[in-house]
């Protein structure tokens, strides 16, 4: 949902017009920006992880 939100702020859900394109665009989009939310936030999840453990190890 936020993604949507946030292509609706911007206006890439208005710039096909009214319909069923835009429609489809829509959810192209909203499907793309997702699939690099979760990508992008479990690269960054792995980083944080790997630091957190390397941190217990040292102080053990």
């Known amino acids: 949902m936020v993604i949507f939100r946030v292509i609706e702020k911007i206006g890439i859900?208005?710039?096909?017009?009214?319909?069923?394109?835009?429609y489809v665009v829509t959810v192209v989009v909203v499907?793309?920006?997702?699939?690099v939310f979760a990508v992008v936030m479990?690269?960054?999840?792995?980083?944080?992880g790997k630091k957190?453990?390397?941190?217990?190890?040292?102080?053990?």
């Open 13 to 22: 859900n208005r710039v096909i017009g009214d319909g069923w394109l835009q």
């Open 31 to 35: 499907l793309a920006g997702t699939t």
């Open 42 to 48: 479990q690269k960054a999840f792995g980083m944080i």
């Open 52 to 60: 957190v453990a390397v941190k217990k190890r040292v102080s053990v």
